[in-house]
């Protein structure tokens, strides 16, 4: 499968393609853009991918882009992009409100990311979901959130361009190392953010980015 979008044409998966099983385009190194048709049989265009299963794209290190619209998809598993390096778009930014996780290690080792965000439907960012994502420099959160969210073990660990953060009011939780490793945070103008509140539970070097860093909150340590 590493011949995959050798020709340099973008791999296009038609409309009649409901579930992308485990596995099925691992390894496919070649492989540069992928785009989703949309259902046109009816008045409105309509998306068709309703499951991603883990690993789907695991080490392809060539993939830049994929079109789709994941409105309708109601399972997205682990590990879907690990190591796709030269990945430049957030993938996952088209996940309709009613999908709620992030997954372990969805984006690791993502080392061509630089943007991504979290919507409002997103409850959990799982452990390791961003891990290693060198390049990545922003994150945003999408307005209108009124769902609580938790910050999984490691999700942001090695994150080291990371820049300033602000983190809305309905993220209650995060855990362990979960921003280790993001060296440009709490450094001059690179501000980690949490809003004026004390009901955010932060486990064992949840902040632990800088080996000095300064406590940023009053009574918004636990564990």
């Excluded at 409105?44 to 392809?60: A, D, E, G, M």
């Excluded at 309709?96 to 959990?124: D, F, M, P, Q, R």
């Excluded at 999984?152 to 990371?162: E, Q």
């Amino acid at each position: 499968m590493s011949n995959l979008g050798r020709t340099g044409e973008p791999l296009v998966i038609p409309s009649n393609v409901t579930n992308l099983e485990k596995y099925c385009f691992q390894n496919c190194t070649s492989l540069k853009e992928i785009q989703v048709a949309c259902d046109q049989s009816g008045e409105n265009p309509q998306p068709t991918i309703k499951k991603v299963s883990w690993n789907v794209f695991y080490n392809c290190t060539n993939l830049e882009k994929i079109k789709w619209d994941l409105t309708n998809c109601t399972s997205f598993s682990s590990s879907v992009f690990y190591n796709c390096t030269n990945l430049t778009e957030d993938a996952t930014s088209t996940l309709g409100e009613n999908y709620h996780t992030i997954n372990t290690s969805t984006y690791a080792n993502c080392t061509g990311l630089t943007s991504v965000t979290i919507n409002k439907g997103i409850t959990s960012i799982s452990s390791s979901a961003f891990v290693r994502c060198s390049n990545l420099d922003t994150v945003n959160f999408e307005e209108g959130r009124d769902s609580n969210c938790s910050i999984g073990a490691y999700a942001f660990k090695d994150c080291a361009k990371l820049k300033s953060i602000d983190l809305p009011t309905t993220v209650t939780t995060l855990n362990e190392q979960s921003f280790a490793g993001c060296t440009t945070l709490g450094t001059t103008g690179h501000d980690f953010h949490l809003p004026n509140r004390s009901s955010v539970t932060i486990y064992k070097n949840g902040l632990d980015w800088q080996p000095n860093h300064k406590v940023l909150q009053s009574k918004c340590y636990k564990g």
